[in-house]
């Protein structure tokens, strides 16, 4: 092959992963943020540890049978994983159900304030809300962890 060829692949790979990558941020973040919100934080661990079983079988299962016809059928495996994982994806976001949220509290509507104060109440705010708890930094961690593993 020459060089032109090689770059060109090279190229075109990089741009459909960075596209790749753009268009799966929404499904991920519904995914990885919907367990603080509809698993109870005492069987946060169990969750995450029986999740992590499953993922390994699955990835024995595929490596088990259909690893081998990777040279030969990519395109088939292609479409049978992208037709699983919008099952689950679906199936997940369907059955799932959200707790019910006390309303939320009364904003005041100081007329008078200034655009740099209300950002400010706001920021702090939300990293008082983000950051308080002991549940968000170790949710926080443990992804960390996951992602770089």
């Known amino acids: 092959m020459s060089p032109g060829v090689i770059g060109l692949a090279q190229t075109v790979t990089v741009v459909l992963f960075i596209l790749f990558k ?21 069987l946060m661990g169990t969750f995450d540890a029986l999740f992590r079983v499953f993922f390994a ?3 024995l299962l595929f490596n088990w049978y259909l690893i081998g016809l990777a040279k030969t059928h990519p395109e088939e495996i292609y479409r049978l994983e992208a037709r699983l994982y919008l099952v689950a994806f679906l199936v997940m976001v369907w059955r799932m159900k959200e707790p019910e949220y006390p309303p939320p509290p009364v ?3 100081d007329a008078n304030r200034s655009f740099v104060g209300h950002v400010t109440d706001v920021t702090t705010g939300y990293f008082c809300d983000c950051f308080s708890h002991p549940i968000y930094w170790k949710y926080v961690f443990t992804m960390a962890l996951f992602q770089y593993a």
Do not use: A, N, R
Request: charged fraction near 10%; proline fraction near 15%.
């Open 22 to 42: 753009l268009l799966d941020l929404f499904p991920q973040s519904v995914y990885y943020y919907l367990w603080p919100d509809v698993i109870p934080p005492e």
């Open 107 to 109: 904003v005041s509507t």
């Open 57 to 59: 079988g699955g990835s």
